[in-house]
């Protein structure tokens, strides 16, 4: 099935949950004989470009992977520049997040967030607590692998606690001690990653498992709403089987996945 444009897509058809890996910051300024932060602040006009036409469009939760735990081995320049930017970012969008319903929320190893930035965007989810409309979620110090790590540690603290038997230990019980557990986020219907790269790169390793991925050769800076539209409509165009067959799909028997 193929649809050309948002307008003509019935709305059960579109991603409850978008997932974006925005790479090709450092990239998109070398190519201009810019520095790579450079990169990184036009990349905030295209996280502004892409919260906004999201929320017209009438997505749920979109997640936007900002730094990974491997950023902060990048030079110290370019981590402290990251986290000032960011730091701007949840400061100078607040009234427009709010008055959208857009509401903030940040998944990751937030302890290691410096103090400065952190209550900046703490203030930022407090003011957009009550918004409804989209979940926008930003994954800072991020790591998919330590995330898994993190809910094992905790089951096994509860199984040694004897408030959880080794058999009680499933899928679901994983699912619910992940940083997405919170918000009760949906695993993501559709990943896009920009600048070419067919990796994961340690983004929502557990969540991914069924996701559409969409590979966009655009570089993050110049991504806007035509590139999440096409992103939208390649994935609507998509038939999700979830491990059955083409049929059972078709017959409406979408309960059970292999
Ligand atoms: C990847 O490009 C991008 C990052 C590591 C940082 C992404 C951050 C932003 C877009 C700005 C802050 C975000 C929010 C949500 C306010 P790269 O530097 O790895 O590019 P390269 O692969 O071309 O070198």
Redesign the pocket.
Known sequence: MTFDSIQDLPPERLPRHIAVI???????A?QRRKN?LF??SN??D??RRTVRESHKIGIRCLT?????TE?WK?PATEVAG?WR??KS??QKELPELRDNGVRLNVIGDVERIPGHVREAIDFTIRETARGEKMLLT?CLSYSGRDEIVRACRQIAQEVADGRMTPGQVDEAAITGRLYTARHEIPDPDLMIRT?G?FRISNFLLWQLAYSEIHVTPT??PDFGPEDLHKAILDYAGRERRFGMTGDQIQSGQTKSRG
């Not at 925005?22 to 998109?28: A, C, V």
């Not at 936007?64 to 990974?68: C, D, K």
Request: hydrophobic share 45%; glycine share 12%; net charge positive.
């Open positions: 925005m790479d090709g910051n450092g990239r998109w070398k790579r990169g990184h990349g905030i295209a996280v936007l992977y900002a730094f990974s950023n990048r990251l930017l960011l970012y949840v930003i600048s790269e570089l993050w």
